[in-house]
């Protein structure tokens, strides 16, 4: 029964199919991942304990860096990062994307709390090129590349062009930080290990809670005696808590579960991308997806597409995204990473479903 | 059988009964408060939600504030309360107990991060004064008050003196902010609401895992304003998570659980330090606990007692201490809060134990 007064939210939650992702955050996710753990095993206990440990040397190892320390969030491991390397170098002024998790998902935390001031490379619609890099006069500490660059779909840098950029910093002593939050999501279209790709970098934070799908955490890795700097910054955010362990066990788990499934969700990702630009008015971000994320742009405002999208998860009961974001008067986009749920789409409701839309949107 | 080689952290671990605290930290108490809990519930998501609203506005009405906001953290919480009083009165300075968590247990967070200096008040070994408060010549935007001052054993000014300086802090234009880290414990001894306690203060932060006994989380509450800002400075600080939910429904479940056993924690306390007073040597401070806690001191130096100690864990199956503070040549001392594992100790034993021990005391 088709009712089109249905917001766009409430109808992806009520499909039966949904397209991207793990599947929902809810409480399971936590219970699924304390399942096997003995209740007897000791927690954390402000930063040490093997439970954290262990974590932590396994996950250094995995990055090929001679130390790793666990941390509630990104937001907190890479301010530190830049804060320790502006530090040691007396400069307090780093390098990113316009379009930098920093720059625009932390209300300016690393100018309120650090006063790092913040070169802005490139151009927010493109990923930053070894030109941008050379082109900078001012001295800076340090260099964030992030890699897939998330707001521009995830987008990735030739290999060569990060081993060039990577040089580049080093002849000139400028640190190079990874933010990594889709590491492991990017090994399979390079060819690359994590370590492999991390040699190019002096620190690394990666996420738990993306690809990897655990519920919050993160890891910052480096060189030993930075890391144990960062246990300090860690301490004065208030990141250093009596017990991580419900992040670590999550991590661990979940880590465990999907990291072999990358190369999986990267070619689910290709596949879906193609179908949606087989689709009259829509176009993805990267054309040809270099990792299990892209962007889904329509030539058509956000108040067409809506209903159009409601009518979809109604009549075929599958659902592509809860919400698009206006990218101008006639044009839509939403975000897609793919993962566990995509193979749970019947492949033909799907097809269909993306057939019917594509007649849709030549109507209009 | 008698080793004394063991330490005292091990003797510790391997004693049948131990006489403080609700119980080891382990994995099992977050597995015990998930059990109730329905999996399909859905996580929070960066601050917003069912999950952590409902337990926000329940905090906000039990301090008797307008709003609370949920944080990972105390160290986070504080700094941030005091960081919003001195942007608003335009002065970066607070004023707090030379043995505030802030001064010694937070790396300078509130320094670094922050750029606040502290007026350290009245002296180290005793409470806050009104007279230590009308000395201050200077101006500051907010005085920090812990209730119960933990580091010299958990010691309470008279309620009468509370509301005094609460009283001359509104006339000055000060605002008072309420370290409650262990507030719930001490509201049979001031027989008083923690919201009558609260109105005394402009802002207050409580803590999950003291003697409710959950894994890590805090509260901030005062007006809403206040806390819409503390949200701003959460995210700065790296703690605005994606999902806080595993210390939110711990702290929710061990808040319900033991929230209504301080008096009986309050009267344990009592109990077991006329006990410890009776012992040759040994003296609590308060001599008359105010909450669930207290300091043992010993006027024999650490070396010594800790042998006894080891001796008393092995010989009764009861342990008092997994370590001893140096606090002089000839003294040492280690931290007390009764708790569920309180009654689980045999009377006789624990009694037989300390006539033991203060017999021992009395050769010395």
Same mark, same amino acid.
């Not at 766009?8 to 219970?31: E, T």
């Given at each position: 029964?088709?009712?089109?007064?249905?917001?766009?939210?409430?109808?992806?939650?009520?499909?039966a199919?949904?397209?991207?992702?793990?599947?929902?955050?809810?409480?399971?996710?936590?219970?699924?991942?304390?399942?096997q753990?003995?209740?007897?095993?000791?927690?954390?206990?402000?930063?040490?304990?093997?439970?954290?440990?262990?974590f932590?040397?396994?996950?250094?190892?995995v990055?090929?860096?001679?130390?790793?320390?666990?941390?509630?969030?990104?937001?907190?491991?890479?301010?530190?990062?830049?804060?320790?390397?502006?530090?040691?170098?007396?400069?307090?002024?780093?390098?990113?994307?316009?379009?930098?998790?920093?720059?625009?998902?932390?209300?300016?935390?690393?100018?309120?709390?650090?006063?790092?001031?913040?070169?802005?490379?490139?151009?927010?619609?493109?990923?930053?090129?070894?030109?941008?890099v050379?082109?900078?006069?001012?001295?800076?500490?340090?260099?964030?590349?992030?890699?897939?660059?998330?707001?521009?779909?995830?987008?990735?840098?030739?290999?060569?062009?990060?081993?060039?950029?990577?040089?580049y910093?080093?002849e000139?002593?400028?640190?190079?930080?990874?933010?990594?939050?889709?590491l492991?999501?990017?090994?399979?279209?390079y060819?690359?290990?994590?370590?492999?790709?991390?040699?190019?970098?002096?620190?690394?934070?990666?996420?738990? +809670?993306?690809?990897?799908?655990?519920?919050?955490?993160?890891?910052?890795?480096?060189?030993?005696?930075?890391?144990?700097?960062?246990?300090?910054?860690?301490?004065?955010?208030?990141?250093?808590?009596?017990?991580?362990?419900? +992040?670590?066990?999550?991590?661990?788990?979940? +880590?465990?579960?999907?990291?072999?499934?990358?190369?999986?969700?990267?070619?689910?990702?290709?596949?879906?991308?193609?179908?949606?630009?087989?689709?009259?008015?829509?176009?993805?971000?990267?054309?040809?997806?270099?990792?299990?994320?892209?962007h889904?742009?329509?030539?058509?405002?956000?108040s067409?597409?809506?209903?159009?999208?409601?009518?979809?998860?109604?009549?075929?009961?599958?659902?592509?995204?809860?919400?698009?974001?206006?990218?101008?008067?006639?044009?839509?986009?939403?975000?897609?990473?793919?993962?566990?749920? +995509?193979?749970?789409?019947?492949?033909?409701?799907?097809?269909d479903a993306?057939?019917?839309?594509?007649?849709?949107?030549?109507?209009?």
């Amino acid at each position: 029964m088709v009712n089109n007064k249905l917001t766009l939210a409430d109808a992806f939650g009520q499909a039966a199919y949904i397209v991207g992702g793990h599947g929902s955050r809810k409480v399971k996710v936590l219970q699924e991942a304390l399942e096997q753990v003995d209740g007897e095993t000791f927690s954390d206990h402000y930063g040490n304990g093997s439970i954290i440990d262990e974590f932590q040397q396994e996950m250094a190892d995995v990055l090929g860096k001679e130390s790793a320390v666990f941390f509630p969030s990104g937001t907190m491991a890479q301010q530190i990062a830049l804060r320790i390397w502006c530090d040691r170098a007396g400069i307090k002024r780093v390098a990113y994307h316009p379009l930098s998790h920093l720059e625009i998902h932390e209300e300016d935390g690393l100018k309120e709390l650090h006063q790092i001031e913040s070169i802005l490379l490139g151009k927010a619609d493109r990923l930053i090129t070894l030109s941008d890099v050379k082109a900078i006069k001012e001295k800076y500490a340090c260099l964030l590349l992030e890699l897939p660059q998330r707001e521009i779909g995830g987008q990735l840098p030739a290999y060569e062009e990060l081993e060039a950029i990577s040089t580049y910093c080093r002849e000139q002593g400028i640190k190079l930080h990874l933010d990594g939050a889709r590491l492991f999501e990017i090994t399979p279209y390079y060819g690359k290990t994590p370590a492999e790709i991390c040699s190019l970098f002096d620190s690394v934070y990666i996420s738990f +809670y993306k690809g990897i799908g655990g519920i919050a955490g993160a890891i910052l890795a480096g060189d030993t005696d930075i890391m144990q700097e960062s246990k300090v910054w860690k301490r004065r955010h208030g990141g250093d808590l009596i017990g991580l362990y419900p +992040y670590i066990l999550s991590s661990k788990y979940y +880590y465990n579960e999907r990291v072999g499934k990358m190369g999986h969700y990267y070619e689910q990702a290709k596949e879906l991308a193609s179908l949606f630009n087989a689709c009259h008015g829509i176009r993805t971000i990267p054309e040809i997806p270099v990792s299990n994320m892209f962007h889904i742009h329509f030539a058509l405002a956000a108040s067409e597409v809506e209903p159009l999208l409601v009518q979809m998860a109604q009549q075929f009961d599958i659902a592509i995204t809860s919400y698009l974001n206006k990218t101008g008067g006639n044009s839509c986009s939403f975000e897609m990473s793919t993962g566990d749920r +995509y193979d749970t789409v019947p492949q033909e409701k799907l097809r269909d479903a993306l057939t019917w839309l594509d007649g849709e949107l030549q109507n209009r």
